[in-house]
Each structure stands twice: as structure tokens, then as C-alpha cells.
């Protein structure tokens, strides 16, 4: 069973701006829809009945303190794990039995908490690994169709310009990903999973580690995604600032159950997330300070 999607294109990261999508009630669409999400290790409950939706070009915060199962639902909706119940819809489809590659190719494409990357080879080469159903995958292609790659990688390399200019990494694209910071491997990561232009975007800690003159860039690129390229987001992130900044909703896990949910602000004055986080007199600071990762 497969997303009725198919293969995804390489390129196409320069879709024409469009508008938020309604369905004509003035509501959003739903891209994502996870219904009453069960997930356990051993006799560690990480996903304890968690339901939510995430609606088309928006994006969706998704937070909670260390080991609340953030980075498990990530895991369960992209098919890295397997769910012990419930279900995940894209697009009004179920997805919970989907493979990992059966799911990206259907339209959503993720980042991990922590980016690896091959670290002998430059930013470039590494991004050069990313296209699929390339001419060039054949080996015997590789004799025979000599243009036609040349071709294609030449197209191809414009759309990694174009991805490295938004991830702000164009300057060390020659350098060797060894070389690179945790939070420069990051935004490598973000241009691997943009090539493959997916619809639904799921960010794991994308500013963890990421110089904050960096992070700024970061935002405003993962707000074009959505307001430019019609991208829809989930995002895991421990910056409150960021989430404030720029979420349409936040969805707030403890100890793998939804306490909350709403608007960053509604989020910041609910008491459930405060003691979640935090408790005593620092409880305010949630969302105007950093509370790293
Ligand atoms: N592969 C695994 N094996 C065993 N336990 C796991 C595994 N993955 C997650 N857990 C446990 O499940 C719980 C939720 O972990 P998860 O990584 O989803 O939290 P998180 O909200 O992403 O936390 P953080 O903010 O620290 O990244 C934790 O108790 C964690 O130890
Ligand atoms: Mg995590």
C-alpha cells in the first residue's frame, strides 16, 4: 500500500506563492490528522492516547518538557516506529502501516533531532546524494547517457543553489560536512529533506544548536516555506521565542498525553504547560526566555 502521490520529483522547491487553503467555510484543510496515538518501550508509556491536526500551510508547534514524546510521534507519523494504537492520516489517507521510504515519497519529509551527514564529502556531494529516479542511478547510465546526467545534475545543481540560499549554507558549500557545526549539519538536513519538495514538513529541534544570528534566518525561511511555497509545518522546538514568533497553534505533550493546545499566546497563559515546565516564580519566563534543549 503507498500514498496515491508517487515518486517524488527532485526540484520543484520553486513553486509560485499561494494563498492559505479553505475548504469554503473559512476553515482550514487538515493535512495531518493523529488519532488517540499509543507508543510504549518497555514500561515507558511515550505516546499515551495523543489526537491532534495540523491544517494546510500552516505551521504547528509541537512542545513539551525533556521526554515528554515529541520525537516519538515524529518517529510513529514518518514510520520510524511502529504504533502500538491509533491511527495517522495525511491528506484523509492512513499512513500507520506505511514504511518509512513509502511515506516520504507520499509527501512528508523530515529532519532528526540530530543530523548526521557523510562527513567526507562536501556539502554539495551530500546534497548530489538526495535526487531519486535520476538517469545517473543506473550504472550502466552512467556509460551510455552521458549527456543526459550531465544534463539533469546541471538542473539539479540550480535547485541546490537555490535550497542552500534559503538555508543560508551557500558560502561553505564546498566545505567538508566533517567540518561543519551541529547546527550548520542542521540546516544541512533541512536542504536534504527540501529537495525532495515535500508538502508536510516535520522539523525536530531545526535551532538547537544554531548560532543565534543564524536562528533568525532559520524562522524566516521556515515562515517563507509556508507564506511562499504553500509548505505545511510541525515543529518541535524547545525556543519559545521561535514558537511564538511563528505558530498558527502550538500543541503542548507531558509525559505522552495533549495537555494543551491553541494559540502561542492561550499557550503561554495556560497554568497545566507553566507547572508542566516550570513551576514557582520562574513559571512566567516560559515564553521570554530561551529554555535551550
Ligand atoms: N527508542 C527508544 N527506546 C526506548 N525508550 C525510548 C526510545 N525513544 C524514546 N524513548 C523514551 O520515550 C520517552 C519520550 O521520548 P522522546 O524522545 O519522544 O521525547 P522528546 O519529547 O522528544 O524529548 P526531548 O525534548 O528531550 O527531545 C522518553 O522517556 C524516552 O526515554
Ligand atoms: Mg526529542
Given at each position: 500500500?503507498?500514498?496515491?502521490k508517487?515518486?517524488?520529483?527532485?526540484?520543484?522547491?520553486?513553486?509560485?506563492?499561494c494563498?492559505?487553503?479553505?475548504?469554503?467555510?473559512?476553515?482550514?484543510?487538515?493535512?495531518?490528522?493523529?488519532?488517540?496515538?499509543?507508543?510504549?518501550?518497555?514500561?515507558?508509556?511515550?505516546?499515551?492516547?495523543?489526537?491532534?491536526?495540523?491544517?494546510?500551510?500552516?505551521?504547528?508547534?509541537?512542545?513539551?518538557?525533556?521526554?515528554?514524546?515529541?520525537?516519538?510521534?515524529?518517529?510513529?507519523?514518518?514510520?520510524?516506529?511502529?504504533?502500538?494504537g491509533?491511527?495517522?492520516?495525511?491528506?484523509g489517507?492512513?499512513?500507520?502501516?506505511?514504511?518509512?521510504?513509502?511515506?516520504?515519497?507520499g509527501g512528508?519529509?523530515?529532519?532528526?533531532?540530530?543530523?548526521?551527514?557523510?562527513?567526507?564529502m562536501?556539502?554539495?556531494?551530500?546534497?548530489?546524494?538526495?535526487?531519486?529516479?535520476?538517469?545517473?542511478?543506473?550504472?550502466?547510465n552512467?556509460?551510455?547517457?552521458?549527456?543526459?546526467?550531465?544534463?539533469?545534475?546541471?538542473?539539479?545543481?540550480?535547485k541546490?543553489?537555490?535550497?542552500?540560499?534559503?538555508?543560508?549554507?551557500?558560502?561553505?558549500?564546498?566545505?567538508?560536512?566533517?567540518?561543519?557545526?551541529?547546527?550548520?549539519?542542521?540546516?544541512?538536513?533541512?536542504?536534504?529533506?527540501?529537495?525532495?519538495?515535500?508538502?508536510?514538513?516535520?522539523?525536530?529541534?531545526?535551532?538547537?544548536?544554531?548560532?543565534?544570528?543564524?536562528?533568525?534566518?532559520?524562522?524566516?525561511?521556515?515562515?517563507?516555506?509556508?507564506?511562499?511555497r504553500?509548505?505545511?509545518?510541525?515543529?518541535?522546538?524547545?525556543?519559545?521565542?521561535v514558537?511564538?514568533?511563528?505558530?498558527?497553534?502550538?500543541?503542548?505533550?507531558?509525559?505522552?498525553?495533549?495537555?494543551?493546545?491553541?494559540?502561542?499566546?492561550?499557550?503561554q497563559?495556560?497554568?497545566?504547560?507553566?507547572?508542566?515546565?516550570?513551576?514557582?516564580?520562574?513559571?512566567?519566563?516560559?515564553?521570554?526566555?530561551?529554555?535551550?534543549?
Amino acid at each position: 500500500m503507498s500514498i496515491a502521490k508517487g515518486p517524488v520529483a527532485p526540484g520543484n522547491a520553486g513553486s509560485p506563492a499561494c494563498s492559505r487553503q479553505e475548504n469554503g467555510t473559512g476553515r482550514r484543510q487538515i493535512m495531518l490528522k493523529v488519532v488517540d496515538l499509543y507508543k510504549s518501550f518497555g514500561g515507558i508509556q511515550a505516546l499515551a492516547g495523543v489526537s491532534f491536526t495540523v491544517e494546510k500551510q500552516s505551521i504547528t508547534g509541537l512542545i513539551g518538557p525533556n521526554g515528554s514524546g515529541k520525537s516519538t510521534c515524529f518517529n510513529v507519523i514518518s514510520g520510524f516506529y511502529s504504533k502500538d494504537g491509533g491511527e495517522v492520516y495525511f491528506e484523509g489517507q492512513k499512513i500507520g502501516n506505511l514504511k518509512p521510504f513509502e511515506i516520504a515519497r507520499g509527501g512528508i519529509g523530515r529532519t532528526f533531532q540530530i543530523a548526521e551527514a557523510p562527513e567526507k564529502m562536501t556539502v554539495v556531494e551530500n546534497l548530489l546524494l538526495a535526487p531519486k529516479d535520476q538517469t545517473g542511478e543506473k550504472i550502466f547510465n552512467v556509460f551510455f547517457k552521458g549527456t543526459k546526467i550531465k544534463q539533469e545534475t546541471g538542473e539539479f545543481l540550480k535547485k541546490i543553489d537555490e535550497v542552500l540560499n534559503l538555508v543560508q549554507l551557500n558560502h561553505l558549500r564546498n566545505e567538508y560536512a566533517g567540518n561543519l557545526s551541529g547546527g550548520q549539519r542542521k540546516l544541512l538536513s533541512l536542504a536534504r529533506i527540501l529537495l525532495f519538495d515535500p508538502d508536510l514538513i516535520l522539523l525536530d529541534e531545526p535551532t538547537a544548536g544554531v548560532n543565534p544570528t543564524l536562528i533568525n534566518d532559520l524562522v524566516e525561511a521556515i515562515q517563507r516555506l509556508r507564506d511562499e511555497r504553500g509548505k505545511t509545518i510541525l515543529l518541535v522546538e524547545h525556543n519559545m521565542r521561535v514558537i511564538s514568533r511563528i505558530c498558527d497553534k502550538v500543541i503542548v505533550l507531558d509525559s505522552g498525553i495533549k495537555i494543551a493546545e491553541g494559540t502561542p499566546k492561550e499557550i503561554q497563559n495556560n497554568e497545566k504547560v507553566l507547572e508542566a515546565y516550570l513551576s514557582g516564580s520562574s513559571k512566567k519566563q516560559l515564553f521570554h526566555e530561551d529554555t535551550g534543549s
